[in-house]
């Protein structure tokens, strides 16, 4: 996960805690089931002397205007204290959330840095009751806010952090519908967001051409961004499905630069919420990968835009 050179430090740490769960439960084996409501609420860590401690002004919602606790604080384990209650929808297990921080030196009381907030966005993240994430904010509701503290490691000193629960994400573009393009290839979606692609008749277009069926009121995808995305990947020769992360069940995320040529230019510019159809010549897709079962062909990619998170500066 990249972001500003300020806070690598203290993100890195809580990613770590985020993907691989807390290492401070008592027993991997015996963590609640992913797939109950009820157990996403009970993973969540107890609070302790070290949340207690700290005291947090300003909306939730937005980046506090004050943290104050008593420096050096001593931490020992993880824990976590709902500190304000949200009115919004309450998560369960398997939805992707999207969160804010704002993380602080335990020893000194600095701050190191903050994420999730305007012009910083984060990538959303999957919540379950196995994952850290679903241990450190359970099923807290949207506008939830959190102080969550964590001990010293290898990864950094102990750490003090303000988590605000933003939105969860839905699993399909929501922007404001767009005026189809003539020429364009067909979309049809599903009741669940799933979109079915009809090829128009005639030659393949020789350039990369994109259209906007649906535009998001997010931020904009910047060039290098880890995006997280819905898609659906046809061949234009035979209308025929080659990948699509629909058909896999879930989102998928992924450099902007990491991608072929056509597939980066159908991201860079949008804005998350978006969803954008897009054809995709072999000159700007595998056209120069000799021997790839695509080389030849001109591709067709309807793709939902559910975040971005910016890279280092």
């Known amino acids: 996960m990249r972001i500003r050179p300020l806070a690598a430090l203290s993100v890195a740490a809580l990613s770590a805690v985020l993907l691989a769960g807390c290492s401070g439960a008592d027993d991997p084996e ?6 109950s409501a009820a157990a996403l609420c009970d993973a969540r860590v107890e609070s302790g002397a ?3 401690a700290v005291t947090v002004e300003g909306e939730a919602g937005a980046k506090p205007t004050s943290v104050t606790f008593s420096a050096p604080l001593e931490v020992e384990g ?18 992707f959330v999207n969160i804010a921080m704002t993380a602080f030196d335990a020893d000194s009381g600095e701050e190191m840095g903050a994420i999730g907030y305007e012009d910083a966005p984060l990538l959303p993240q999957q919540i379950s009751g196995d994952s850290g994430l679903g241990q450190i904010i359970g099923c807290a509701t949207v506008g939830s806010r959190l102080v969550a503290a964590f001990p010293a490691s290898d990864a950094g000193p102990a750490t003090v952090y ?9 699993a399909a573009a929501w922007g404001e519908d767009e005026k189809p393009v003539d020429g364009m290839p067909a979309v049809e979606l599903a009741e669940d967001g799933a979109p079915t692609i009809t090829v128009p008749e005639g030659d393949a277009p020789t350039e990369v051409e994109l259209a906007t069926l649906k535009k998001g009121d997010g ?18 020769s035979d ?12 989102p998928t995320s992924f ?3 990491g991608v072929v040529t056509g597939f980066q230019q159908a991201l860079e510019g949008q804005t998350v919420g978006s969803q954008v159809v ?7 897709g595998y056209g120069a990968a000799e021997g790839h079962e695509l080389q030849n062909e001109t591709l067709v990619f309807v793709v939902d835009i559910l975040g971005t998170q910016h890279p280092a500066s």
């Open 30 to 35: 015996a963590s609640p089931s992913a797939t």
């Open 239 to 250: 209308g025929s499905v080659f990948d699509s992360s629909w058909e896999r069940g879930t």
């Open 278 to 284: 897009v054809v995709i010549p072999p000159e700007f």
């Open 78 to 95: 993880i824990q976590s204290d709902l500190i304000t209650e949200g009115d919004g929808d309450e998560p369960v297990a398997g939805d």
């Open 50 to 52: 070290a949340t207690d």
């Open 255 to 257: 450099q902007t630069t």
């Open 219 to 236: 931020p904009v995808v910047e060039q290098g961004d880890t995006v997280l995305v819905q898609y659906t990947g046809v061949k234009w």
């Open 162 to 170: 303000v988590i605000d629960v933003q939105d969860i994400v839905p």
